[in-house]
């Protein structure tokens, strides 16, 4: 059974840094993309961030671009996303997930929730 496991969300103030890890267990992803979305409060989901298959290649929304870095060990079967100068409208629970990309999703983690105060 596939399963993704988000973990290092918590409650930070602004300005803050946190490391987001997710733990895929079940089959190897080394073929895959690994991306991170979140999704706060009455909004969609919403792209943060993806890392290619062999962790070539990396891409990041406008939002965080400059503030997050991800990045993957596929010894781990694990992504990480670690997030800096954290602000209040980063506050979102974060979700794993892989695929072919991000628009092509196979397996969604649970998320894990970032709560960035003022």
């Known amino acids: 059974q596939v399963q993704l496991v988000e973990s290092g969300g918590g409650l930070v103030q602004a300005g803050g840094s946190l490391r987001l890890s997710c733990a895929a267990s079940?089959?190897?992803?080394?073929?895959?993309?690994m991306i991170w979305f979140r999704q706060a409060p009455g909004k969609e989901r919403e792209f943060v961030a993806a890392v290619s298959w062999n962790g070539g290649s990396t891409d990041y929304a406008i939002s965080v671009k400059g503030r997050c870095t991800i990045c993957r060990d596929n010894a781990k079967n694990t992504v990480y996303l670690q997030m800096n100068s954290l602000k209040p409208e980063d506050t979102a629970v974060y979700y794993c997930?892989?695929?072919?990309?991000?628009?092509?999703?196979?397996?969604w983690g649970k998320g894990t929730l970032v709560t960035v105060s003022s």
């Open positions: 079940g089959r190897t992803f080394s073929n895959y993309a």
């Open positions: 997930a892989v695929g072919s990309s991000r628009y092509s999703i196979n397996y």
